[in-house]
């Protein structure tokens, strides 16, 4: 069990609040203060894009369970949104204010597993995305090439 805080040491200096009205995902600000388990909210965190998640990392027996979860992403309008839609992906978005971010597992038949992270900054929202899009189809298209690196 862990529990749910808007409060985080910052990286940079000091402590850093998260605000929750700049959050896709409610359930967890219902929750702040109480306790809950690690493996709920890590699944809001992946499936929701819920900024209250943060942990140290996992065990190696965790690893399956998280690409499953990761699978599971429902912001899918980046990396996702320039491939066709049978191919597996695990992927984790996000964004703030003058940034926007995708990081994509994509296992692709007939070609090795690739990882895939975009990051824009200075774009807007829509810009951004497209961007995203634009890098993925790009790499999408020189996947097979993957074959002689691999």
């Excluded at 910052?10 to 702040?32: I, T």
């Amino acid at each position: 069990m862990v529990a749910v805080h808007d409060d985080f040491e910052s990286v940079v200096a000091g402590r850093f609040h998260m605000d929750g009205g700049y959050d896709n995902d409610e359930e967890p600000w219902q929750r702040l203060g109480r306790a809950v388990l690690l493996r709920w909210l890590t699944r809001r965190m992946i499936v929701r894009s819920g900024n209250l998640a943060t942990g140290h990392g996992a065990s190696s027996s965790s690893y399956a369970e998280m690409l499953d979860l990761l699978s599971r992403q429902e912001y899918r309008d980046e990396i996702p949104a320039a491939l066709p839609a049978d191919v597996p992906i695990a992927n984790k978005g996000g964004w703030i204010e003058g940034v926007q971010h995708d990081a994509a597992l994509i296992r692709p038949a007939g070609a090795p597993a690739y990882i895939l992270t975009v990051r824009t900054t200075g774009l807007g929202e829509a810009d951004g995305r497209e961007l995203i899009r634009t890098v993925s189809a790009a790499a999408w298209a020189d996947r097979r090439s993957l074959r002689s690196a691999a």
